[in-house]
């Protein structure tokens, strides 16, 4: 008599955490499941999907509507990834001079001394497991962590670009000079985060990573010994464009605060690029509309008021957001007054200064035509944290009207 037949048990339902009312946090039972869900819906994506970011032991999926976001979340509660989805990453080599601060320390704290962090460190077979933190920071693991050491007691306010760094079971470069806590063990002048590729990121969810020690690149500099070079390039803030002869404005005083935005860098949180944009999107939507621009053109956030600016060419602009109009002034002296939420023309020469506001905190200011600023990412919003976009605004910057693709401006 044969042996009774039983069925495959189901796996348990995973836990969802609702954010907001557009996503979920999906609590997965290991970084394993992490990986295998994030596979999976970035190669199958649920209807109205946006978004979908791992980290250690969740996945957050965002939606474009409500209504998406509910009918997913239990078809992701309980999907059954494909395992071989988690086999599709390349083989990435960085090379590595072991010589970090901190590189005696951890031996010390694990217990196998300098040689024997260096060869564990190198001889694990890391994974790009998920993203973070900044642009081109790529939390990696080994399923056979080879050692664990803990953060640092006291975080270091800047850690050099191209820092090879560990922290418990994982290991990261920094991609830019910025403040952690990880213990350094070496650097590296891989370029782990370049806008110039055509993939900025040198490292994706799901690469097989090879840390290979090097001996340290040596230049000979007049006067001195033998240097190492340890500075790997660094990604700068995009520029403004050259405006000369073009209609625009120029910023006499930027106020307290004034950035480029626009609708932001969604779906980039896998590679450590916030969303960003506009922090009042819908002020910026209507400030766009005010003045007859599409919705995802960039304008003026300014902070409290102060922002001048004086026009070449007459320009059709708005003010939306907070409350708080502005005063315009011709060359003679003479001002006008102009309220929010209407548009309104600034001719040639003249000035516009936006009022502090009487309530509310930031004001949007439409230019007919939006603002030729290159677009980083797909995006022209200025990321403060990222490091991308332009620059915070300074007295004497001159932004341009964009013009479309035939080289004609795109306003009257």
């Excluded at 032991?57 to 009918?71: I, M, N, P, R």
């Excluded at 509660?77 to 960085?94: C, K, M």
């Excluded at 020690?213 to 500075?231: I, K, L, Q």
């Excluded at 960039?298 to 109009?325: I, P």
């Amino acid at each position: 008599m044969s042996a009774p037949h039983h069925p495959a048990a189901t796996p348990p339902a995973r836990p969802i955490r609702w954010v907001g009312t557009q996503g979920f946090l999906v609590e997965c039972a290991s970084l394993e499941d992490v990986m295998a869900v994030h596979a999976h819906l970035t190669a199958h994506p649920e209807r109205g999907q946006r978004q979908v970011m791992a980290a250690a032991a969740t996945v957050l999926v965002t939606f474009t509507s409500q209504a998406a976001a509910e009918h997913a979340a239990p078809r992701v509660s309980t999907l059954t990834p494909d395992a071989g989805e988690l086999t599709g990453g390349r083989i990435v080599e960085i090379p590595v001079v072991y010589d970090g601060e901190d590189l005696a320390e951890v031996g010390r704290l694990t217990g196998l001394g300098v040689d024997g962090v260096i060869r564990a460190h190198s001889e694990a077979d890391w994974f790009a497991a998920f993203g973070g933190f900044a642009p081109g920071f790529m939390y990696c693991a080994s399923e056979a962590a080879p050692f664990e050491a803990p953060r640092r007691s006291s975080p270091r306010t800047a850690v050099p670009a191209g820092a090879v760094a560990v922290a418990g079971a994982f290991s990261a470069v920094y991609p830019r000079t910025s403040p952690g806590g990880w213990q350094l063990l070496g650097h590296t002048t891989a370029a782990l985060w370049d806008l110039g590729r055509e993939q900025p990121a040198l490292l994706q969810p799901g690469d097989r990573v090879r840390y290979v020690p090097v001996r340290p690149t040596a230049s000979v500099t007049s006067g001195t010994d033998a240097a190492v070079e340890d500075t790997p390039p660094a990604d700068a803030a995009a520029g403004l464009p050259s405006v000369a002869g073009r209609r625009g404005v120029t910023v006499v005083d930027p106020g307290l605060l004034t950035l480029v935005q626009d609708l932001g860098r969604p779906g980039l949180g896998d590679l450590g690029v916030v969303a960003s944009g506009a922090a009042d999107r819908d002020a910026a939507r209507q400030a766009n509309r005010l003045v007859g621009n599409r919705s995802r053109e960039a304008v003026l956030e300014t902070v409290l008021g102060g922002l001048t600016l004086t026009a070449h060419g007459h320009q059709v602009m708005a003010l939306a957001g907070a409350e708080a109009g502005g005063t315009i002034t011709a060359a003679d002296g003479a001002t006008r007054r102009v309220p929010a939420r209407t548009p309104f023309v600034v001719l040639d020469g003249q000035t516009l200064t936006v009022d502090e506001p009487a309530g509310g905190l930031r004001v949007y200011v439409g230019l007919r035509g939006g603002l030729d600023v290159p677009p980083v990412l797909g995006s022209r919003s200025t990321d403060t944290l990222s490091g991308l976009g332009p620059a915070a605004l300074r007295a004497g910057d001159r932004l341009a009207r964009r013009v479309d693709a035939a080289g004609e401006e795109t306003g009257a």
